[in-house]
């Protein structure tokens, strides 16, 4: 069973985040360079939220509020559901699916490591099930029936 540790050992090690009183320009601008959906909000080395896409389009474009003028503090999602490196995938995959979340934030003792996304946990779910594929046609052909 893979555990969010194996998740993020796949992924770049750059930890996406702005500060809760930067602008959602910010917010945004670092979406689009790093290609991602969401970016931790970090306050003195502190995780306090986590701003989406979704966040800046409901909670800023559709008001019509200015995404240079609105900090991201006033429309992240603060105090973020997080999870520990090593909690088992399945379990992460379970609850971004039953809460609709698409980002978990990941603590080691309190400090912030990394984040993961339905899309890491799934590639990393269809690779351990290839392996297992893979071993049980390994031990088809070698040790089965007739073999």
């Not at 930067?22 to 670092?30: F, G, I, P, T």
């Not at 379970?94 to 979340?101: S, V």
């Not at 309190?110 to 690779?127: E, F, P, T």
């Amino acid at each position: 069973m893979s555990t969010v540790k194996s998740a993020l050992a796949q992924k770049r090690d750059v930890l996406i985040h702005v500060r809760s009183g930067d602008k959602v320009v910010e917010a945004l601008r670092q979406m689009h360079e790093n290609r991602v959906r969401s970016v931790l909000v970090i306050d003195d080395d502190v995780l306090v939220g986590i701003v989406t896409q979704g966040d800046c389009a409901i909670k800023v474009l559709l008001p019509g509020l200015d995404a240079k003028q609105t900090p991201v503090g006033q429309v992240m999602t603060a105090n973020p559901v997080t999870i520990k490196p090593d909690d088992p995938l399945e379990g992460c995959m379970a609850m971004m699916a039953k809460r609709g979340f698409r980002h978990l934030p990941v603590l080691n003792a309190g400090k912030v490591v990394g984040v993961i996304s339905i899309g890491d946990v799934v590639k990393n779910i269809i690779r351990d099930l290839e392996h297992n594929v893979d071993d049980l046609m390994g031990f088809i052909m070698r040790d089965g029936p007739g073999g």
